[in-house]
């Protein structure tokens, strides 16, 4: 469980360091892209996101304990990598975009390792 544990908190420190900031550059990004004609949607992301860096960081206390979520989590970010890489072939995202979300596929298949190596229950 100790790679489990390394795995998720990792995981987790690093989502918090980069999803946090995203809280105050809404303004930044809307200049770069034109203006976001749906800043809920905008927030709305960012925050689930950060709440999901949170759920990692509380696997990684306890990885038997939640097991089952480390799947989920590693869905989340195949989900999201891949529709990033749908979005640029069809010439809907600059490369820069899915290029930033390979780290998020390294952490899934080390999520799903985690799991793996894994047993279920307590510690």
Same mark, same amino acid.
């Given at each position: 469980?100790?790679? +489990?544990?390394?795995?998720?908190? !990792? &995981? &987790?420190?690093? &989502?918090?360091? /980069? /999803? #946090? =900031? @995203?809280?105050? !550059?809404?303004?930044?990004?809307?200049?770069?892209?034109? =203006?976001?004609?749906?800043?809920? *949607?905008?927030?709305?992301?960012?925050?689930?996101?950060?709440?999901? %860096?949170?759920?990692?960081?509380? /696997? #990684?206390?306890?990885? &038997?304990?939640?097991?089952? *979520?480390?799947? !989920? $989590?590693?869905?989340?970010?195949?989900?999201?990598?891949?529709?990033?890489?749908?979005?640029?072939? %069809? $010439?809907?995202?600059?490369? +820069?975009?899915? @290029?930033?979300?390979? =780290?998020?596929?390294?952490?899934?298949?080390?999520?799903?390792? +985690?799991? !793996?190596?894994?047993? =279920? #229950?307590?510690?």
């Amino acid at each position: 469980m100790k790679f +489990a544990k390394w795995v998720f908190t !990792l &995981g &987790g420190i690093w &989502g918090v360091l /980069i /999803i #946090g =900031p @995203l809280f105050f !550059l809404e303004g930044v990004l809307a200049k770069a892209g034109g =203006p976001f004609s749906h800043p809920d *949607m905008y927030y709305g992301f960012v925050a689930s996101t950060f709440a999901w %860096q949170l759920v990692y960081l509380v /696997i #990684g206390r306890n990885p &038997g304990a939640y097991r089952p *979520m480390m799947l !989920l $989590g590693a869905l989340g970010k195949v989900i999201y990598a891949t529709s990033t890489w749908v979005l640029y072939a %069809q $010439g809907r995202l600059p490369i +820069a975009i899915p @290029l930033v979300t390979l =780290p998020d596929l390294v952490l899934a298949s080390l999520f799903v390792t +985690a799991y !793996l190596k894994t047993r =279920p #229950g307590r510690e």
